[in-house]
């Protein structure tokens, strides 16, 4: 186990490293000029050539990147372009807490109503209850998140015209806020993760050891719970770190619908003004995100699977 | 909906009722008349110096009783404003948020006149190059300290200082006497701004200019605390002191501004307001969520900047409500045609493009009275717009015919080029259907995203030969002066002039008309000259402008809308949301 962590956290330096040089080239290459954009309109060569030197944009790529690269081993993670030159980390460091938290509340919510629902449904494949639940979660994993943000703000608005409860249309900081974004960023994941669950404990239940299972009088709570859903969880638990990854992508459209002060707010400022060192940053702190999240699943998977434990 | 005409004797403006609103206590106010000495240098034919009496709302007490409103006000299209240093802010939202917090010597009235603010007075020389300001007395910061004439020298240098790296001191100062040395790191002092006594400031000029108290309204013309900026590091505006309406009160960040009441401001406490929110509204979605946000009450001013409007597909639904305001303002967008490049080198054929664009099914196609067909350079309301010029109006005709005459080759790929954002796709397609049907030539229509669009507009200044053939563009102005139309537009090798219209007629009648200060309506008549040969001979193809559009609570009071932005003539007299 210990080699194996230490091979994978390997693996993460050189993914890491990876994804910065390919996010920097790409800022590099891409057209659109971060100086221009802070100057709008107006076009000034003196000046512009001037911001171009003060930010470091004169110099070649490869001593920007390698520059770059130096800052980010410091921990200094450089400047904002847009920003008036407020270290990135600044802009950043609100956003990661509250982005965080919204994923993570989302990403529970869509394991606890995803896992529960396959396993319902499973149960009595084919049925009523299989087929509206089973049509509901794969709209909402084939419904784009913009437009399942879009609509809840909209039901908010038409629930507010006639008198009806209804919540904040954007915002953070109070309990009623989290409500709408984390139902946006979980929708799609729930219907990803009860499908799976459905599809894989409808698997699982027709092995020989679950009619065994029945043949020794085990009960329906012991037969699904204890001996079906945990083989059927290893295929879900494997797909828990690309979920993630789902969540994180949501988040760059739902912090934005319901202006929510996370890192996916901040990117896209970021990404619309080529605010590069802003871009770069939540790229890489994004990425390390998903490559941690991916390495626990690897442990995650060792422990419900004794046999994957013994191979490595 | 009101069809908003454009009135050619004033600046044209959508006045929103000013009254007061219900029983809301006022602050305690004596109204004194203090005499100002004031110099009209734009209005006026003469330099002449006038003694004008204003009538000055001092507060009793510097903290009365505080009201109980709250005014929650949308800022669309920055999630954040990164800076609120009057020197480095250059989001238009977050220039709006500094000039709450801080004010310069003079300000705007909602006519669009230049108005005493920090300054009480000034008095301009004979050659007018030297203005000298007597600062307010009494006038103190949101801190409780005095403001002094080195506060101010302090600020300006600090503008166009290229340590403090900010992007508009160079810009809207460049005229103060050794700015462009100075700002270019060629030397340590700025000889042009000097403090002759504690209350007195002289600031001297390059050359003459009907213009220079425009650009001293802007940001970077704003007083600082010299001691609240020394001892507040390099993030000394989070813990801000000027002497606008407004203090700093929390920064949520990346969520919104929360001020209150200055209770230190010369001009009329807005004590009323308990609270002014500034909420901002970033990413593309901005508009959109502050849009469903307005609806459920959760703020009670959207679309007031120009460049993040109500997105149109909301018009329809809300036009009818008295909420709804259009009003007209200081934008033109406009074709502008690569004057190196073939065709468009050949005069003819940009005068064929032209005439062939039928501008009142243009304006049908945007929606009757959300803008105005545009036949010339200044939009209305700017000074100069009241003179008349001969437009090239639609006429097929004559348009096929200047193309027939022109050096034309129909075989050549021309491509029209527009950044991909709100309803330009609409526009750039109706305009080269129009081209088709009425001059028989095929134009692509280019679509890029928005930066990379800036990108070779970039490309297009700096090596015309690899640049784009044509581009819709767009601009606003910085100062209701027609300098920043003409001037700064078309003049040959000027920074906006992509486009590299070229004319030495044109170039010395706007020289001419830069430097004009004492007769006020010869220098409009140069201007007026200059236009007509840049509509002649097609500098630009103006198309339109479009009507801001914004939404304003009816318990809103004391906002103007003007071509320059909404303005807010006495802070005192703003109501907002009663809690």
Redo the contacts between chains.
């Keep these: 186990m210990p080699q194996f962590l230490l091979r994978r956290l390997l693996q993460l330096v050189f993914v890491l490293f990876c994804i910065s040089f390919i996010t920097f080239m790409v800022g590099h290459l891409?057209?659109?000029?971060p100086i221009?954009?802070?100057?709008?309109?107006?076009?000034?060569?003196?000046?512009y050539e001037?911001?171009r030197r003060?930010y470091g944009l004169d110099r070649p790529w490869y001593e920007q990147y390698a520059g770059y690269v130096t800052g980010v081993l410091q921990g200094d993670l450089g400047k904002?372009y847009?920003?008036?030159?407020?270290p990135v980390w600044d802009?950043v460091k609100?956003?990661v807490p509250v982005s965080a938290s919204l994923g993570l509340a989302a990403l529970a919510l869509s394991v606890l109503v995803g896992v529960p629902l396959g396993v319902l449904a499973s149960v009595r494949a084919n049925g009523i209850f299989d087929r509206a639940s089973m049509t509901l979660m794969l709209t909402l994993f084939a419904v784009p998140s913009?437009v399942i943000a879009?609509l809840l703000?909209?039901l908010?608005?038409i629930l507010?015209?006639n008198d009806l409860p209804?919540l904040?249309?954007?915002?953070?900081?109070k309990p009623e806020n989290w409500v709408m974004p984390v139902l946006a960023l979980a929708a799609a994941t729930m219907g990803y993760l009860a499908r799976l669950t459905r599809a894989s404990m409808i698997g699982v239940l027709r092995q020989d050891y679950i009619r065994t299972a029945w043949a020794k009088g085990a009960g329906a709570r012991r037969v699904y719970m204890h001996h079906a859903l945990r083989n059927a969880l290893i295929p879900i638990v494997t797909v828990l770190g690309p979920s993630v990854a789902f969540v994180v992508v949501g988040s760059f459209?739902v912090e934005?619908?319901?202006?929510v002060?996370g890192i996916g707010?901040?990117a896209?400022?970021a990404i619309?003004?080529?605010d590069y060192p802003v871009i770069q940053s939540v790229a890489l702190l994004l990425a390390l995100v998903v490559a941690v999240m991916s390495l626990i699943t690897d442990v995650l998977y060792g422990i419900l699977d004794p046999r994957i434990r013994t191979q490595s | 909906m009101n069809k908003l005409r454009l009135s050619t004797a004033a600046i044209a403006l959508a006045l929103l009722a000013a009254a007061c609103g219900g029983a809301t206590p006022t602050p305690v106010t004596v109204v004194q008349t203090s005499v100002v000495k004031e110099t009209q240098v734009v209005k006026e034919t003469q330099v002449v110096q006038q003694t004008v009496q204003v009538q000055v709302q001092v507060p009793v007490t510097p903290t009365p009783a505080p009201g109980n409103q709250v005014l929650r006000w949308a800022m669309e299209g920055?999630?954040?404003p990164?800076?609120l240093?009057p020197a480095?802010?250059?989001d238009s939202q977050v220039v709006f948020a500094t000039s709450l917090l801080f004010r310069g010597l003079v300000q705007l009235d909602s006519q669009l006149r230049i108005r005493p603010d920090g300054a009480e007075s000034w008095t301009v020389s004979e050659d007018t190059k030297t203005y000298t300001f007597k600062l307010r007395q009494g006038l103190k910061f949101s801190n409780g300290t005095d403001v002094t004439a080195d506060d101010f020298v302090f600020a300006i240098t600090r503008s166009l200082d290229?340590k403090v790296?900010g992007?508009n001191g160079?810009?809207y100062l460049s005229n103060i006497l050794g700015a462009a040395d100075f700002?270019?790191?060629k030397s340590t002092t700025l000889p042009g701004v000097t403090a002759l006594d504690p209350q007195t400031i002289q600031i001297k000029l390059e050359q003459p200019s009907a213009y220079f108290l425009y650009q001293l309204n802007f940001i970077t013309g704003y007083i600082l605390s010299k001691q609240n900026v020394t001892a507040g590091g390099a993030k000394w505006y989070e813990k801000p002191a000027g002497t606008g309406p407004f203090m700093l009160k929390e920064w949520?960040?990346?969520?919104k501004l929360v001020l209150v009441p200055n209770p230190y401001y010369w001009a009329g406490v807005p004590n009323q307001l308990k609270e002014l929110d500034l909420v901002?509204?970033?990413?593309?979605?901005?508009s959109?969520?502050a849009y469903?946000?307005y609806?459920?009450?959760?703020v009670d001013i959207i679309g007031s900047f120009g460049q993040a409007p109500i997105p149109s597909q909301f018009v329809p639904q809300v036009k009818d409500l008295p909420d709804f305001k259009s009003a007209p303002q200081f934008f033109v967008r406009y074709i502008g045609f690569n004057d190196t490049l073939k065709p468009f080198d050949d005069v003819k054929v940009r005068q064929a493009f032209a005439r062939a664009i039928d501008k009142t099914q243009l304006i049908k196609l945007l929606g009757e009275g959300s803008a105005r067909a545009q036949d010339r350079i200044l939009p209305g309301g700017i000074p100069g717009s009241e003179l008349p010029i001969t437009g090239l109006t639609f006429d097929p005709a004559a348009a096929k015919q200047l193309l027939a005459d022109a050096r034309f080759d129909p075989t050549q790929k021309l491509v029209l080029t527009y950044g991909a954002e709100g309803d330009n796709a609409k526009v750039i397609e109706f305009i080269v259907q129009q081209w088709k049907t009425n001059l028989g030539v095929n134009v692509t229509a280019e679509p890029?995203?928005?930066?990379?669009f800036?990108?070779?507009l970039?490309d297009t200044?700096n090596d015309p030969a690899k640049g784009l053939q044509m581009y819709y563009s767009?601009?606003?102005a910085d100062y209701p002066d027609p300098q920043n139309w003409l001037s700064q537009q078309l003049r040959t090798g000027v920074?906006?002039n992509?486009g590299h219209y070229s004319n030495p007629e044109f170039d010395k009648l706007v020289d001419q008309a830069d430097v004009e200060v004492k007769d006020a309506a010869a220098r409009l008549k140069l201007y007026n000259q200059a236009e007509q040969i840049a509509v002649n001979e097609v500098g630009w193809l103006p198309l339109f402008s479009p009507n801001a559009n914004a939404m304003v609570k009816p318990y809103v009071t004391g906002l103007v809308f003007t071509g320059q932005g909404i303005i807010v003539p006495d802070w005192s007299a703003v109501r907002g949301l009663a809690q």
Excluded: I, K
């Design positions: 891409a057209p659109g000029d221009q954009a802070m100057m709008g309109n107006r076009r000034d060569p003196r000046l001037q911001l003060q904002s847009r920003y008036a030159g407020r802009l609100q956003g913009f879009g703000q909209s908010q608005v507010f015209q209804n904040p249309t954007s915002g953070w900081g459209v934005n619908v319901f202006r002060p707010f901040v896209v400022q619309n003004t080529r | 920055v999630n954040e990164g800076t240093d480095l802010a250059s290229p790296g992007g160079s810009y700002s270019a790191g949520q960040h990346n969520q901002f509204y970033g990413g593309d979605q901005g959109a969520t469903n946000d609806q459920t009450g959760a890029l995203e928005l930066q990379t800036s990108q070779r970039t200044y767009v601009w606003g920074g906006n992509n």
